[in-house]
Every structure is written in C-alpha cells, then in structure tokens.
C-alpha cells in the first residue's frame, strides 16, 4: 500500500497540480524551511468566500512539493473558512505514508503557508477596487 502512496506523491512532484503564480491573487504567502531549504509559494484567489483558483511555486523535496499540490487540489471550490480547518494530519493522510519528525516540516511547509496567508499575514488588497 505504501508503494502506491510514494508513486502518488512522486507524480505530484513530478507533475505538479496548480503550479505558477496567480496575478492578482487575493491572499499570498511564502514560507520556507531553513533546516532544509524548501521555499514554498501559494497564491489564493477567493470570489465571494469561495476559492476559485489557488496556484504555488517553490522549490524543494519531493514532499514539499508534492503535498503542496495535493493541498491546492484540496483547497479549489472549498470556503476560505473550510480551508482554515486542513489540519497536520488532513496534510499527512494526503500524503499517506509515515513522516518522520526531519520529514515533518517539509511536508507542512504549503499549510504554514496557507495558514499564514488566510489568516491576514500577508493579504493583497487591491487599490483600484477601492475607486469603484
């Protein structure tokens, strides 16, 4: 079973979901992990409070990336207040196989972001809409 969870997670790195930058997203945030390196970007773009598009960048290892992809996937159609409910273990059961504590940050490093992000650390407001 762990066999069929490391090609899901492989595929992810490989063929990211939802990878590359919004334009003019409304939440955006970027984290990363010094132990190892990972940098992880995610941009949210919400409608109402729905997100309709969600995108990130980054580099790093396998489980970085690969679960920053699967959190993207997870995250399009859902409210910005369902989105504040992804735990450390919705993350881990995404993954589907054990991660050590080295491993741990690397594969949270896309929900710090996305906590960060939603919860106003880094909000994107948009001049322009204030004219209307």
């Known amino acids: 079973m762990d066999d069929l969870y490391r090609e899901n997670i492989l595929d992810h790195y490989k063929h990211p979901r939802n990878y590359g930058t919004l334009e003019r997203p409304t939440y955006s945030r970027e984290e990363h992990n010094p132990l190892c390196g990972d940098r992880l970007r995610i941009d949210l773009l919400v409608e109402g409070d729905v997100i309709t598009d969600v995108r990130f ?31 450390k273990q919705d993350i881990l059961d995404l993954l589907g196989i054990p991660i050590g504590p080295v491993r741990l940050k690397c594969a949270l490093l896309s929900l710090k972001a996305l906590k960060a992000g939603i ?3 880094d909000i994107i407001e948009d001049d322009e809409d204030d004219e209307l």
């Open 119 to 121: 919860y106003g650390l």
């Open 57 to 87: 960048t980054g580099r790093g290892c396998a489980i970085s990336q690969a679960s920053a992809s699967m959190l993207t996937e997870e995250l399009l159609g859902k409210t910005v207040d369902e989105a504040k409910t992804i735990s």
